[in-house]
């Protein structure tokens, strides 16, 4: 069955950096697109950025463009999100997520905390 399992997170001053990690297990991941969500307290969940099948094209919320980047390993079933100047705003949980077959598959999520 479809599994992801996130890690990484955690609490970060302001204008530090976390490398969030999705390993990807039970389907063809080469195959598809992945992509990274957060939801913060209070707030609905939203897309923060996306990475095609073969990594030949990337989407990002603006909130994040210029500060977080997506990235894949097709031969380790991996997908990452390397966050850069965070803020606090930018706490939440972050989650891993695949569309196959019409199907939403989510991992557990990881927490990642902003503060001083």
């Known amino acids: 069955q479809v599994q992801l399992v996130e890690s990484g997170g955690g609490l970060v001053q302001p204008g530090g950096s976390l490398r969030l990690s999705c390993a990807a297990s039970?389907?063809?991941?080469?195959?598809?697109?992945m992509s990274w969500y957060r939801q913060a307290p209070g707030k609905e969940r939203e897309l923060v950025a996306r990475?095609?099948?073969?990594?030949?094209?990337?989407n990002y919320a603006d909130s994040v463009k210029g500060r977080f980047t997506i990235s894949r390993d097709n031969t380790k079933n991996m997908v990452y999100l390397q966050m850069n100047s965070l803020q606090p705003e930018d706490t939440a949980v972050y989650y891993c997520?695949?569309?196959?077959?019409?199907?939403?598959?989510w991992g557990q999520g990881t927490q990642v905390t902003v503060s001083s």
């Open positions: 997520k695949v569309v196959r077959l019409g199907n939403n598959y």
């Open positions: 039970g389907f063809a991941f080469s195959t598809y697109a």
């Open positions: 990475i095609a099948s073969s990594s030949v094209s990337t």
